[in-house]
C-alpha cells in the first residue's frame, strides 16, 4: 500500500482476501467431510466384515480349516487397509493442491499489483532513477524464477511420493497375496 492508496482499493483488497479465506475455509471443510464419510464407511464395512469373520471363524471343523479361513481372510482386510490408505493420501492429495492453487493465483495477484505499482512509481520517480527501478523490477523476476523453481520441484516431489505410494501398496498386496494363495494350494 502506497501513500496513494484509494479507499475503493482498500476495500476491494479486503474484499478479495475475504474470499480468499472463505475459498480456503471451505476448501478444509470439504476435505474434512470427505474424510468424515471415509471414515464412517470404512467404520460400518469393518464391522460388517469382522462379524461374517467371525461366524466363518467359528465354522470352522478342525484346526487346519481354522488357519486356512485366518490365511483367506487375512488378504481382503490388507487390501481393504490399502485402499483405505490410499483414499485417505488422495483426499489429502486433492486437498493441498487446491490450497496450492489459491496461493499461486495469490501469488500471481500480487506480481501482476506490484509490476503496476512499480510502473506507477517508475512515472513518477526523478530523473535518473530509472537505474533504481530496472534494479528492483530485476530481483522481482529473479525472485518469481526462483518461486517457480521451487513450485515446479514440489510438484516433482509430489509425484515421485505418489509413485512410490502407490509401488508400495501394490508390493504390500502383493506380498500379502503370496501366502494366501500358497495356503490354498497347500490345502
Known sequence: MTMSTTPEQFVALNKANVETLLTLANTAFASAERLAALNLNTARAVLEDSVANAKSLLSAKDVQE???LQAALLQPVVEKAVAYSRSVYEIASQTQ??????????????NKNLAAALDKA???APAGSDVA??????????????????????KQVAEIAEANVAAATSATVKAVSAPAK???KAA
Open 66 to 68: 481354522l488357519v486356512n
Open 122 to 124: 517508475a512515472k513518477s
Open 97 to 110: 493442491e487446491e490450497v496450492s492453487k489459491l496461493f499461486e493465483a495469490q501469488v500471481a495477484e500480487a
Open 133 to 154: 527501478v530496472a534494479a528492483v523490477k530485476s530481483a522481482i523476476a529473479a525472485a518469481n524464477s526462483a518461486y517457480d523453481s521451487v513450485t515446479k520441484a514440489a
Open 182 to 184: 500358497s495356503s490354498k
